[in-house]
């Protein structure tokens, strides 16, 4: 490594002192044709990163909107119209804010198209599933051939979903929380003591 790192430093050393002095530089052969295929795969290692990513910020995002809506909901039908307007929307206003749709650079990033939450009251648990629909990664480099051709028989579904999310766009990736019902903490006794 130490040797190659050397070499390098030796060429560009020696291309920026005949830029210097006026004479044309060689272009290196390493520079000139293995450039554009480091770019490509910096280029797509970015975008399977912005998937990795996406799919943490979605798990951070689910736990505090079910963990919130746990906390502040009421199981009374009387403040049932506050919990679906007022904490519903607040709760969907800060994850679409962690998530990224508020800024223009993280949204392209993470190619992000819409973001839902849906909340499912039972008797016993609360189901609140956050669900993102992407659009396409514009790889087009990686889309030039169908995805029969691409995913053809020792690959799968898995397959199938990535040239997908890659190529087609609008993925929806959804994560289900589920929550018991609680209203207000009620201070616990021990039976016997008073």
Known sequence: MKKTMKTISGRLARAASCLMEGRPGQAMTEVVLLFPLFLLIVFITAKIFALLVLIQKLEIASYYAARRWQLESHLNADQAVWDENTLKKDIEKNVRKYIGFDKPAVSKFLNLKEMKIEVVRTQVWNVITLTVTTSPAGVKMLCKYPSQAVCAHPYGKACADGYAYLCQGGKSMEVIK?????????QFVLPGLK
């Open 178 to 186: 589920y929550v018991p019902n609680r209203d207000r903490p009620i």
